[in-house]
């Protein structure tokens, strides 16, 4: 792996929302509503944080309906940078926030957060 390609990879996660992000749809693909419910983001932020890993190709995305699902993509998974990435991902697993993260991300409900009854504010 070039060095240049090393340091972008870090300098993308080191981003500890980046990070947290990918860290949730390690497990499955999300929307936006899902990630900002899991994870406590502000929509704004979390869209951003996507097209951000969108475009270095960590994150795929595919229309769903009325949704748009993220997920891992196929490629940062493989090759040497696959392998920093899943070790990165792996050492997570210590973390207390990441560890929130992962079950608020097992227990968000789509319809429920997307297409349920709207709070008013």
Known sequence: MALSELARLLYIVSEPSR???LVAL????MCVCELCAAL?????????????LRDCGLVADHKNGLW?????SRS???GPSGKVLRAILA???MDETIRKD???AAKVDRIALCCG???RS
């Open 19 to 21: 990070l947290r992000i």
């Open 26 to 29: 390690a497990s499955k693909r």
């Open 102 to 104: 992962r079950k608020a």
């Open 76 to 78: 940062s998974l493989t």
């Open 68 to 72: 748009v699902d993220y997920e891992l």
């Open 40 to 52: 406590g983001l502000r929509q704004t932020a979390a869209s951003q944080h996507l097209r951000v």
């Open 91 to 93: 050492e997570t697993s």
């Open 117 to 119: 009854p709207k709070k």
